[in-house]
């Protein structure tokens, strides 16, 4: 059911789709509605009446809510974690971090409800006081992907309420079960009616009255490139506030003087780790060419003995692709990598045989000897697929790792502190890690990309306050 005006309703258009667990196809999680533009225009008018109110209800009040909820949420860890792995395929450790991350940053921007801090400052004349303070902005529409199917609508919805907002969330279809768990905790918790609205669907259909209505003052959304794109241009006509967070090709740099064994180890799960469907995604490793060949030979051992399949299990290690789709695209770049000339260290298959059979498995791959030019060593493939590049000096790697469009995450492995901090200054991306691989946000620091992977925007942190408040001196 979608949540419109503190109600579980059907869509206007009678019509639902299927959510399937894929790791096995044969497992129907449920039926979600297929909503209508009118519909999301409904849940628009439902956020533009409750704002009225909601905008006048005491932070520190909106903060205890928030609270409530964030509590509820770490209550019922294991069951969100067991849904969100049947429909989004990652394994169950990751997706506890996931529910814990919605956790996280609910208590942690709870807790702003009490801040929401302004600035006073004197005043150029006599018998004036100065001061500017936050307010809200109006209905907000969230707009996410599949990949963080709690983390990504916490990141945006909390920080939205606790600044005095009212919400329209249109979650992916991929993971519509995970965005119904987390509107019933914050229904649960005491959000007034109108406050927090839910409308599942294409797209296009559900997403455009979002980025359009007049009524809309915030867009933030987090998905691909592509999208982001529509969005923005869909939202410029009216001025709307837009947040983008995008896809990235983001870089773990490899220097002669590294830790290899925790290089490696890096390598593994930022590459693999959730199927390579995190933004954050190790896609792409430069290895200084005096440890490339030892370095290849220790990664592709331990992507070989990686178990692969159904996340509920304990013992796995890396879930199936998120949908037919999704696998489609991994076949298709371990294709378009053969063709142009890289070398398949392992991997490149479908896995469909046994256990398999039902699910969008794929091997890990590796491929070596890509050139950066390649396609493979310049687009999101967004499954697990690494490109490995041989570099011969530091500059060179940092050159390696600016080249591409996006911007997102970045990391270096060595013992040189100089080298380090050199490389954290020059890499021109959002986040940046040391000896550590490019995945793992934490809810306090500012979270997002440069250059085709965001625009100025970051979420998480205080950050966060910038998207959904504007100042009043
Ligand atoms: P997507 O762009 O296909 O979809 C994202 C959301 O936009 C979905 O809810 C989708 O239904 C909606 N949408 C589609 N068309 C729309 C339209 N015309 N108007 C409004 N909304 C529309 O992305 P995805 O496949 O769900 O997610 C994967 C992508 O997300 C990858 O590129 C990944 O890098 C990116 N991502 C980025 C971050 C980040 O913080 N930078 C985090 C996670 C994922």
Not at 132 to 138: K, N
Not at 258 to 277: H, M, P, R, Y
Request: charged fraction near 25%; proline fraction near 4%.
């Amino acid at each position: 059911m979608n949540y419109i005006d503190g109600a579980w309703v059907p869509s206007s258009s009678g019509k639902t789709f299927e959510n399937r667990n894929p790791a096995n196809t044969d497992d129907l999680i449920g039926l979600f509605q297929k909503s209508t533009a009118e519909d999301a225009r409904r849940a628009v008018d439902a956020a533009a009446r409750a704002y009225d109110d909601w905008r006048l209800v005491p932070a520190p009040k909106r903060g205890e809510i928030l609270f409530r909820a964030a509590q509820i949420i770490a209550d019922r860890k294991e069951q969100f974690a067991r849904d969100m792995t049947r429909e989004m395929g990652k394994v169950l450790a990751e997706t506890r971090g996931d529910v814990q991350e919605a956790v996280d940053m609910s208590f942690f921007l709870a807790g702003e409800g009490r801040r929401l801090h302004g600035q006073t400052t004197p005043s150029e004349l006599r018998n004036k006081f100065a001061m500017s303070v936050r307010q809200p902005l109006g209905v907000c529409s969230i707009i996410t992907p599949w990949n963080f199917p709690m983390a990504i609508p916490s990141w945006k919805i909390i920080p939205a309420l606790v600044c005095g907002n009212t919400v329209v969330f249109k979650p992916a279809s991929q993971t519509p079960l995970s965005a119904v768990n987390f509107v019933k905790v914050l229904e649960e918790a005491g959000i007034p009616k109108g406050v927090v609205n839910m409308v599942t669907g294409d797209g296009d259909e559900v997403g455009t009255p979002l980025t359009t209505s007049e009524m809309v003052r915030v867009v933030s959304f987090t998905g691909s490139t592509k999208v982001g794109r529509i969005v923005n241009q869909a939202a410029a006509p009216t001025f709307k506030k837009v947040h983008l967070e995008m896809g990235g090709k983001n870089v773990i740099m490899i220097m002669d003087d590294a830790d290899l064994e925790l290089a490696v180890d890096g390598c593994l799960w930022g590459g693999f780790g959730t199927s390579g469907q995190r933004c954050t995604a190790a896609s792409r490793v430069v290895v200084h060419e005096k440890v490339h060949d030892r370095f290849v030979e220790m990664f592709v051992a331990r992507a070989r003995s990686l178990t692969i399949g159904d996340g509920l299990d304990e013992k796995i290690q890396m879930g199936p692709s998120n949908s037919e789709s999704q696998l489609k695209t991994v076949m298709s770049y371990v294709e378009i990598g053969k063709k142009e000339g890289a070398t398949l260290a392992c991997g490149g298959n479908r896995l469909e045989s046994g256990a398999y059979a039902k699910g969008y498995f794929h091997e890990p791959t590796i491929f070596t000897n890509v050139d950066p030019r390649m396609r493979i060593a310049q687009e999101e493939i967004f499954g697990p697929v690494v490109s490995v590049m041989k570099c011969r000096s530091f500059e060179e790697a940092v050159a390696l790792g600016n080249g591409v469009e996006y911007g997102l995450s970045a990391s270096i492995y060595t013992q040189d502190i100089n080298r380090a901090f050199a490389a954290m200054r020059d890499l021109y991306t959002g986040i940046f890690y040391i000896n550590a691989p490019t995945i793992g946000a934490e809810v306090h620091l500012p979270f997002g990309g440069t250059k085709d992977t965001g625009n100025g925007h970051r979420e998480a942190g205080v950050a966060a306050l910038e998207v959904f408040s504007e100042w009043k001196s």
